[in-house]
T-cell receptor, first 112, second 120 residues
């Protein structure tokens, strides 16, 4: 079902540290996963995606890991910067659908 | 990347009035656009899928007579909140899919900047 939370989990890190944001998804039929970044008062911005036939994908300063066995997704941000402060959402495309279902979101706060 | 523009970015209206929000794909054509609603500190909830030239597909629990969607062209979808009430106050976000990005069957969704509706 949909993942909607009344309270956003928060991750606080120091500038320069690595950040790891976790996400559990619900549907084993999901075959495509996306991480979005949403800054306050703005729409979501695509960060990185991964298909279910992969377990790791790297971008610029970001890495997504997928563990299908436990239905877990993570986003790793290297050398976190204050500009990375935002809410991060994982989203899953359920098999046969191209419409992402958004997870709960995690608020990342980066302290200078 | 492709740009999706929403207008207005914020609007305040009186209870009982109707408000129209526009969503435009600026540099690509979108046969399908999506409307989401987001309450404070919550996730994005898909409201409906807007299809160019045909009726929108609404998610379960979303009143189609209250949230009117029109997708008159390949670059414009509108969401009209009719007879708005304070509980309709929310952040409305549209997105569109650019099939030419080259991400296979999924395509990449591009999101607008959102429209914050406050109903007094």
């Amino acid at each position: 079902g949909e993942s909607v939370g009344l309270h956003l989990p928060t991750l606080s890190v120091q500038e320069g540290d690595n950040s790891i944001i976790n996400c559990a998804y619900s549907n084993s039929a999901s075959d495509y996963f996306i991480w979005y970044k949403q800054e306050s008062g703005k729409g979501p911005q695509f960060i990185i995606d991964i298909r279910s036939n992969m377990d790791k994908r790297q971008g610029q300063r970001v890495t997504v890991l997928l563990n299908k066995t436990v239905k877990h997704l993570s986003l790793q941000i290297a050398a976190t910067q204050p500009g990375d402060s935002a809410v991060y959402f994982c989203a899953e495309n359920r098999g046969g659908s191209y419409i992402p279902t958004f997870g709960r979101g995690t608020s990342l706060i980066v302290h200078p | 990347g492709a740009v999706v523009s929403q207008h207005p970015s914020w609007v305040i209206c009186k209870s009982g009035t109707s408000v129209k929000i526009e969503c435009r794909s600026l540099d690509f054509q979108a046969t399908t656009m999506f409307w989401y609603r987001q309450f404070p500190k919550q996730s994005l909830m898909l409201m409906a899928t807007s299809n160019e030239g045909s009726k929108a597909t609404y998610e379960q629990g979303v009143e189609k007579d209250k949230f009117l969607i029109n997708h008159a062209s390949l670059t414009l979808s509108t969401l009209t909140v009719t007879s708005a009430h304070p509980e309709d106050s929310s952040f409305y976000i549209c997105s569109a899919r650019d099939l030419e990005v080259g991400r296979g069957y999924t395509g990449e969704l591009f999101f607008g900047e959102g429209s914050r509706l406050t109903v007094l």
